[in-house]
């Protein structure tokens, strides 16, 4: 047989994450955990309610939560790449748990005052913080197809988001309120035992005894390096203050005064929905430049706040809010494979830190400034000046040289890892 009869061995393709023992119980764990999460701004909402707080109590009180998120989330990166990220993971759903059964204990047997709610709640914040940097870390370590795996976490977030708020609103009617506290704990404790066995997995975190702050400054030499990711966050921060911040509470109030209560719900799961098949999409779409597709399929997003706001039809606005969810989650998809695959395991933690506070840290300040500038120009011609944002900040990102260079492999070059 000559070399040119020799037949070519095609690579094979990675095996299906659900074949990964710790890919399961990792997926349990999240799943648990999302749940959880999904469950918990309900009975948060009932609870300071029922206490007699009012709807300024429930923004004390989900300001309470998020700030410690905001303002530790570096030190939790920092944290898991020191001491590993199942660690800091389990010890902060153990965390959580304590904080829901003692909030469930307090509306269940005391007389509940709202610094006692928001010290519970700044206190989940806190371990929520220690918990979000070592998602990314976690995943190359249980599933060799990085991108499928992270689909499938699309999907479970995508129901959790959906069935999680139904649960808690059941448990809160027929139950009480104390004890959807006790089933949120309960999914924090089932996240922690999942999560226990894979403490063996092996780690690769440097050594030494490097002091905090200068292991924060090696995260952030590794992020400023990627021009394509320092890119990618800055222009996704944008897009928070100026789209995700007035989307949500502007497009929820004109939908409801659109089609009623009724149909913001089934809009809502139409958005659900959408995430759902968005994710599935990312399990079978394998582009060539993973943040172009996903910044392509994001620009679905810009319909969502202009659907509202030229007040089109229920059926459109659902059809909108599907396509949104679809962009939406192929994107999460496109941009968590490229942030695990491209950026070393040993400051992962670290870069996806800085990855979630460049994220989330301007949403709330687009919410605050939300219902001033309805007032001043209407919130209709908010949301058109929202949609073209979201247009405006996908195109400067497409814009991007190294965005648009950035392939499914990382370059030799960028393979390199922190000293620290």
Do not use: K
């Amino acid at each position: 047989m000559t070399t040119d009869e020799i037949p070519e061995v095609l690579p094979s393709a990675p095996p299906s994450p659900w074949r990964s023992a710790p890919f399961r119980l990792f997926f349990t764990a999240r799943s648990a955990s999302l749940l959880a999460d999904g469950m918990l701004m309900v009975s948060l909402t009932s609870a300071v309610l029922g206490t007699g707080y009012g709807a300024s109590g429930v923004g004390y009180a989900l300001a309470a939560w998020m700030t410690p998120i905001v303002l530790l989330v570096l030190f939790g990166g920092v944290l898991a790449d020191r001491f590993s990220p199942q660690i800091m993971m389990v010890a902060a759903d153990l965390v959580r748990m304590v904080a829901m059964v003692a909030m469930g204990a307090l509306l269940a047997f005391a007389d509940t005052r709202l610094w006692q709610i928001m010290a519970l709640m700044a206190l989940s914040g806190a371990a929520t913080a220690l918990f979000q940097p070592g998602l990314a870390s976690i995943i190359p370590q249980v599933a060799q197809d990085i991108q499928r795996a992270n689909a499938l976490l699309r999907v479970s977030e995508a129901l959790s988001a959906l069935l999680g708020p139904g649960l808690a609103g059941l448990l809160v009617a027929y139950w009480d309120v104390a004890g959807s506290y006790t089933v949120i704990a309960a999914a924090y404790a089932l996240s922690a035992l999942g999560l226990l066995p894979l403490r063996r997995l092996a780690t690769r975190r440097t050594e030494g005894d490097a002091p905090i702050l200068q292991r924060l400054a090696a995260g952030w030499q590794e992020f400023r390096s990627r021009n394509w990711l320092w890119s990618v966050i800055g222009i996704w921060a944008l897009f928070g203050l100026f789209v995700f911040g007035p989307a949500l509470p502007l497009g929820a109030s004109l939908i409801t005064e659109q089609h009623g209560a009724n149909g913001f719900g089934w809009i809502a799961s139409a958005d659900g929905a959408g995430t759902v098949i968005g994710g599935l999409i990312g399990m079978r779409v394998r582009p060539g430049r993973p943040i172009v597709a996903g910044a392509l399929a994001m620009l679905c997003f810009a319909l969502n706040p202009l659907a509202p706001a030229l007040e089109w039809s229920f059926t459109a606005t659902a059809a909108a809010h599907v396509l949104g969810g679809v962009g939406f989650a192929f994107w999460g998809v496109m941009w968590a494979t490229s942030v695990q695959t491209h950026i070393p395991l040993a400051v992962l933690s670290r870069v996806s830190a800085y990855d979630v506070a460049g994220s989330i840290m301007v949403i709330p300040l687009g919410r605050a400034l939300a219902g001033p500038a309805a007032e001043a120009f209407g919130a209709n011609r908010v949301l058109v000046f929202s949609s073209v944002m979201a247009l405006v900040c996908l195109g400067a990102m497409l814009c991007v040289p190294a965005v648009r260079r950035l392939g499914p492999e990382p370059e030799i070059a960028e393979a390199t890892t922190a000293s620290v």
